[in-house]
């Protein structure tokens, strides 16, 4: 049999208890591999507020940081196991061919196994489950276990969720998109779990010719192992909650959080405010509410009733929505879609006028 860490099968014919004593480091250590990546991201000196499609070379980074986080993944899972091999050594005083045939040959003790049976009766119950379900074909095996199963989680917990959660209305070809991806996601997942039973199934076969289900013990069905499926379900929406939090300020910000960005961006500028940016604009402050971001400029050297507002307006507007909608420094709010407003005071803080650019609108056609 193959190392336990890779079996397919073995969660399905130990006890629970067991099976979760078992998965609790290698699993605990893997969604651990996201703080990890975000250590990395600090020591790189990388701006976490931004996510990584607004950076240079953004392609690269994405591939590159999600290549990383599957390999660390993997990596810490495995630790998890070396682990696991290493308490059993050393605190449970196993000898060395005990935790070879253990975690390299997955050759469990008998009293680990459901109904008291013995290792080559459960697996032989566990290949009759395999070839019963096979039957019903490989579409039907991927659309309900990589699909409807791990596809629907990932796609709830990672799309769903956070959209609901937000103030901003649904964007609904954005969950269709999304969804799509993920149900790309579920089929390759299954479609790879398919192949590892298939090959499971060979290898007992090619080593067992004379496979036959002796009625010592009843075949274990689905239904029994919905303890053990349930918490698997459960660790999967923790781990993917886990995943989506740590990586989301380097992946891309929620709207969700929009407010916040924009608050704490206010914040920052104030610091360094009032700035006089030529002799006839003074930039004295900025503030935010909800989605909506705001300059204010005074005038220093006019009066409002001294201003023909309607030409002021009209040679303003064009610069301010160029630099918006087509600015590097401005590429954050359009990513955010937020509105920018620009107030306009006059040499005793009166207001003159107000102009607003709705960042949303960029791309429209004027």
């Known amino acids: 049999m193959t190392n336990i860490a890779f079996n397919t099968d073995i969660s399905s014919m130990i006890k629970t208890r067991y099976s979760i004593a078992l998965a609790t480091l290698p699993f605990t250590l893997m969604f651990s591999s996201f703080g990890v990546m975000w ?54 005083g196993w000898d060395k061919d005990k935790v070879k045939n253990v975690y390299l040959r997955s050759q469990v003790p008998d009293n680990w196994l459901k109904g008291n049976q013995n290792l080559e009766t ?16 490989m579409f039907f095996y991927i659309l309900q276990t990589g699909v409807l199963s791990w596809g629907l989680i990932m796609y709830l917990v990672m799309a769903v ?17 999304q969804g799509g991806v993920w149900a790309i996601g579920g089929a390759l997942f299954g479609y790879v779990g398919w192949l590892f039973s298939e090959r499971q199934y060979s290898k007992y076969l090619s080593e067992t010719p004379s496979f036959e289900i002796k009625n010592e013990s009843e075949v274990t069905s689905l239904g029994q192992n919905t303890k053990l499926s349930s918490y698997i379900v459960l660790g999967a929406i923790g781990g993917v909650m886990i995943s989506y939090w740590a990586m989301s300020g380097l992946l891309g910000a929620t709207k969700s959080n929009t407010a916040d960005i924009l608050s704490d961006t206010a914040i920052q500028l104030n610091e360094r405010l009032p700035m006089v940016i030529d002799e006839e604009t003074t930039w004295i402050a900025s503030s935010s509410h909800e989605d909506t971001f705001s300059y204010t400029y005074q005038l220093p050297n006019y009066k409002k009733e001294n201003i023909d507002i309607e030409i002021f307006v009209d040679a303003m507007t064009p610069n301010i929505k160029t630099s918006v909608c087509n600015g590097e420094s401005m590429k954050a709010f359009r990513y955010l879609k937020a509105v920018v407003i620009y107030d306009y005071l006059d040499n005793k803080q009166e207001l003159v006028t107000q102009i607003k650019i709705d960042t949303k609108n960029c791309e429209q056609p004027e």
């Open 161 to 177: 969720v956070p959209a609901l959660k937000s103030s901003d209305p649904l964007d609904l070809v954005s969950l269709l998109w």
């Open 122 to 137: 459960a697996m032989a119950n566990r290949i009759e489950n395999w070839r019963e379900k096979r039957e019903s074909g």
């Open 39 to 92: 250590l990395i991201s600090i020591w790189l000196e990388l701006d976490t507020d931004t996510p990584l499609r607004e950076f240079d070379n953004s392609l690269v980074w994405v591939i590159g940081f999600i290549g990383l986080m599957v390999i660390l993944m993997i990596g810490f899972y495995l630790l998890g196991w070396l682990i696991n091999a290493l308490i059993s050594s050393t605190v449970l």
